[in-house]
């Protein structure tokens, strides 16, 4: 929910939902969340939430950064991953696909040489 003033009702009904499911996967009453619509949007804030807490460009903005974020992702991710860095201001080359196995599982020697 966007804001307490907005929806009170569901502002507090949705700290109550994700403190329930934080709860069924072991985490504490101190863990938290947000809510989206779906999986685009989770990838697009999560990035966001990344990018602003790793290069603190909350502020600034990405324009006095010395080199160019990466995301390093499974070559089998989807697609919306590309959108987001399209939107955040990293640009779709900023995604580095990384080797998959037979299980979608990042290939970890793939993943060393290309974190690099």
Not at 2 to 15: G, T, Y
Not at 26 to 55: K, P, T
Request: negative net charge.
């Amino acid at each position: 929910m966007l804001s307490l003033e907005m929806s009170p009702v569901f502002s507090q009904m949705e700290v109550q939902v994700l403190r329930n499911i934080a709860r069924m996967f072991g985490y504490d009453e101190q863990s938290g969340g947000v809510m989206v619509s779906g999986g685009s949007l989770a990838n697009l804030q999560a990035l966001a939430v990344a990018r602003n807490h790793c290069f603190s460009v909350k502020e600034e903005g990405l324009t006095r950064l010395m080199e160019q974020p990466v995301i390093l992702a499974s070559e089998a991710s989807h697609t919306s991953l590309h959108k987001a860095a399209m939107l955040l201001g990293l640009g779709t080359s900023s995604v580095i696909a990384v080797k998959t196995n037979q299980n979608s599982q990042m290939d970890t020697s793939d993943l060393e040489k290309k974190k690099d």
